[in-house]
Structures are given as structure tokens and as C-alpha cells.
């Protein structure tokens, strides 16, 4: 254990975290300490971090400025840390006030730009997060087209957003088009009538907000994905899951008659058109041949 007590071990987890909201690595070591040992004296403070006294006695200080720990008495001066919930709060609070006051006077000095730009996005929190932030800023319309079990990290947003009003055309890979049906505009249906993933394309999630902006993502392994407000590259995803609607009322009329033509899951041309490889993997996921 290198002589360290394991009870007074901290979680370089949350020290970083602590960091990312400004605390310097003193000052959230501190501030963890007076949450296990409350009150305590800056002595009582230096001798468990390790943090040399006068630099302890600054951290103190510069955390009681910004209310982190209150002193509660003078000879000996002793300190306690102000719970966490209120002290997150605060800084939440205080944090988003800033953001969006910085905000209108950046936005106040930009020069007018048309974002044409195609940005690549990579990690499961980045594309998920851009997703949610889509969904969030949704005003009139979404296109949609994903799988249920990816689709359903977004669910309280989607319900949001129906709430709000929004048009929701959604095309679903799965077998519960209920589970997504938000609000009087929102639609679902399920991938050519089946919701069975066939080829890569299918393991997409592929959303457009308002005719202005999109994201396609890989969402499985190695999550990467696209975003812009490019209008050719936002109208070439609409019609791409407009089109996949069109083929899922068609299949709920017609899919007797197609599967007669063409094989299931339109075997005869899928496979006309498919790599060697995807050809494999089709034969594979239907049994097929």
C-alpha cells in the first residue's frame, strides 16, 4: 500500500472531476479531507493530504472565498466543507448563468458565417451527447432512423420533444413501434416490416432536426460519427429515411406479393447488388441461399 491508509485513499476519478470545475489538485484534496474529517484544522488538514502547511493555508483560503468550506472557528481557526449537494448546485447554477451570458456576447462579435462544414465526432459520450443535443434542440421536426436498443438511450428527450409538439418520423429497427410513439405528431414504423438489420448501413443511427442539421453515427465497437448543416448532406439523410418509410408502408400493403418476387428481406436483390462480403453476411443472419 506504499504506507498509505487505504481509508484515506481518494479517487483520482473524482479529484480530476473536481479539477474540471476548477478546483486545483490542493484544493480538491482538501476539500475531500474536511468532507471525512469535519471540523479540522489547517494542521489537521496538511498532516492527512500531505499538502505542505502553507500551501494548505492557501487552498483553504481560496475554497472559503468561493464557499467550498466555511471557517466555524478562529483559535485555532477550524474549517468544514459545505455538503456537496449545495456546493455542486452553486456551481451548476453559477456555471450556466456565465455560459449563457458568454454566449450572447460571443454570438454579439461573430462575423455571420454559413457552417458548411462536416465535423467527425468520436466516442460513445461525444456522439451520444451531439444526438441528445439535436433531439433537445428540436423545434418542428425529426428524422429518424435507428435500432430500438440505441434509440432507447434518448426515449426522455423523444418524450420531451413530443410534448413540445415536434413531428417525429421515425423508422425502427426492432419490433415495438409503441415503445416510440411520442406525442400527436410522432410516427413509427418498423424497417420493411420486419425490423431485421441486414447489411452495415442498418447498424447507422442516422437523425435530421428541422431540414437544418444532421448526425449519422456508427453506434457499435468503435462509436465515431458525422455531423453538419451541410443542406445537400442534410437532404440526402431525409430522403434516405424518407425512402425507408415509403419501403415499410409499402411491405405492410404489399409484402406477400414482394416476398413472392424478390425472396424474403428481398433476397434476389440484395444480392444482386451486395459485396461478397455482405452477400456472406446476409446468407448468414437469414439463413438464406
Not at 449519422?216 to 460519427?225: E, I, L, P
Request: hydrophobic share 40%; with cysteine.
Amino acid at each position: 500500500m506504499n504506507g498509505k491508509n487505504p481509508a484515506n485513499a481518494v479517487s483520482t476519478d473524482v479529484l480530476a472531476d473536481l479539477k474540471r470545475l476548477g478546483f486545483t489538485e490542493y484544493e480538491a484534496r482538501i476539500y475531500v479531507q474536511l468532507l471525512r474529517q469535519n471540523p479540522a484544522t489547517a494542521y489537521e488538514v496538511s498532516k492527512a493530504t500531505g499538502v505542505p502547511r502553507p500551501n494548505t493555508y492557501n487552498a483553504l483560503e481560496s475554497l472559503s472565498q468561493r464557499g467550498a468550506v466555511l471557517p466555524i472557528s478562529e483559535s485555532p481557526a477550524r474549517y468544514i466543507a459545505a455538503p456537496p449537494d449545495e456546493l455542486l448546485d452553486a456551481i451548476s447554477r453559477q456555471t450556466s448563468q456565465l455560459c449563457e451570458n458568454l454566449t450572447t456576447r460571443l454570438i454579439s462579435v461573430a462575423a455571420p458565417i454559413e457552417d458548411q462544414h462536416v465535423w467527425t465526432l468520436n466516442g460513445d459520450e461525444a456522439v451520444h451527447d451531439k444526438i441528445g443535443a439535436l433531439i433537445k434542440g428540436s423545434r418542428e421536426i425529426l428524422l429518424i432512423k435507428a435500432a430500438d436498443d440505441i434509440l432507447r438511450r434518448h426515449k426522455d428527450a423523444l418524450r420531451d420533444a413530443g410534448e413540445r409538439g415536434v413531428e417525429m418520423l421515425i423508422v425502427l429497427f426492432g419490433l415495438d413501434a409503441d415503445e416510440f410513439r411520442f406525442g400527436p405528431k410522432g410516427r413509427v414504423f418498423i424497417h420493411e416490416a420486419n425490423g431485421v438489420r441486414m447489411g452495415s448501413t442498418d447498424n447507422l443511427f442516422t437523425i435530421a432536426a428541422d431540414h437544418s442539421e444532421m448526425v449519422t453515427a456508427r453506434v457499435y465497437d468503435s462509436v465515431v460519427a458525422v455531423h453538419t448543416r451541410n443542406q445537400p448532406i442534410v437532404n440526402m439523410a431525409e430522403s434516405l429515411i424518407r425512402h425507408d418509410y415509403y419501403m415499410a408502408e409499402i411491405f405492410l400493403r404489399f409484402g406477400d406479393e414482394i416476398e413472392r418476387a424478390f425472396g424474403p428481406y428481398l433476397r434476389d436483390l440484395r444480392l444482386a447488388c451486395f459485396t461478397p462480403e455482405q452477400a456472406e453476411s446476409f446468407k448468414r443472419k437469414t439463413g438464406l441461399f
